[in-house]
């Protein structure tokens, strides 16, 4: 099992491959703190993951700004914001198909030093 996972205080968000990401295959994507999971099966393309960790990677090298991924198949989005004094802040919204009305929004703060981490996680997500 290949996994994505980010942690900030006592909420997660977890991506779950059960091989490398390839066309077509199922993810699971979860979020959840102490009181609340919620979870979506959908799909993740290879040029996603690959652009999301270049994404994540150029934000690093400038030290500051954002990045927001949306995913293709609509579950949800994420949105990444670096300041400039070593905090990172994460944002996510996941919806449910097939009308993508309910929704669970999960808000956490990070230190910048753990995007390099991320990034390499998102690298192995691929293969």
Not at 81 to 101: E, I, N, T
Request: zero cysteines; proline letters at 3%; hydrophobic letters at 45%.
């Amino acid at each position: 099992m290949r996994k994505l996972l980010i942690q900030g205080g006592t909420s997660s968000f977890v991506l779950m491959v059960s091989a490398p990401i390839r066309q077509g295959e199922a993810v699971e994507i979860i979020a959840e703190t102490p009181w609340l999971r919620a979870w979506v099966i959908s799909q993740l393309s290879e040029d996603e993951v690959r652009d999301w960790a270049y994404a994540l990677e150029q934000l690093q090298i400038d030290g500051f700004g954002s990045h927001s991924f949306h995913a293709r198949e609509g579950w949800g989005e994420l949105t990444f914001v670096m300041g400039k004094r070593g905090h990172l802040h994460l944002s996510l919204r996941l919806q449910s198909a097939p009308d993508f009305l309910d929704e669970v929004r999960l808000f956490m703060n990070l230190e910048q030093s753990e995007l390099p981490e991320i990034v390499r996680q998102l690298r192995e997500l691929l293969g």
